[in-house]
């Protein structure tokens, strides 16, 4: 089994992570705004697309930006790839998308308990579906 991740490096990618989320709802954003203001829709379908693509963009892209990235792209979103980290399972194999894609919304529902990593336990989503985060292998 790999070593479990520093949590200075977990946090740090998780920083990027944060970062990268928000860039990628701001663009867009912006261009579903320009879309809508350029668009000849009635007032009523410009509302309907506001409001439901609101929704799509606050919940859905995140899930499916972890969701998806810790299934593919070397079991890494953007922020473990740059620091060298990655999500397996306990066994040390690679999740699938149903494991990744429950593991995003259980992730920001139990991220209250992320600090336990500093006292080198994972957190409450990590046990609960047998995945951890570690050093990517050299």
């Keep these: ?6 949590p200075g490096r977990r946090l740090l990618a998780g920083l990027i992570d944060l ?5 990628i709802v701001v663009v867009v954003t912006l261009v ?5 203001a350029v668009g000849t829709a009635s007032d009523e379908e410009k509302q309907a697309v506001a409001f439901w693509g609101a929704r799509i963009m606050l919940i ?3 899930w499916l930006y972890f969701a998806r990235l810790e299934r593919a792209l070397g079991f890494q979103t953007f ?6 980290l990655e999500v397996r399972r306990l066994s040390g194999e690679a999740l699938g ?9 259980l992730k920001l ?3 209250w308990s992320w600090p336990l990593v500093f006292f080198g336990q994972a957190p409450l ?3 609960l579906l047998s995945t951890h985060v570690v050093a990517r292998a050299a």
């Design 1 to 6: 089994m790999s070593p479990m991740a520093n």
């Design 97 to 105: 998308f149903p494991l990744a894609a429950l593991r995003a919304p």
């Design 79 to 84: 922020g473990k790839s740059a620091l060298g």
């Design 125 to 127: 989503y990590d046990r």
């Design 60 to 62: 859905g892209l995140p």
């Design 19 to 23: 970062l990268a989320v928000v860039l």
């Design 32 to 36: 579903l705004s320009v879309a809508i």
């Design 109 to 111: 529902l139990l991220i």
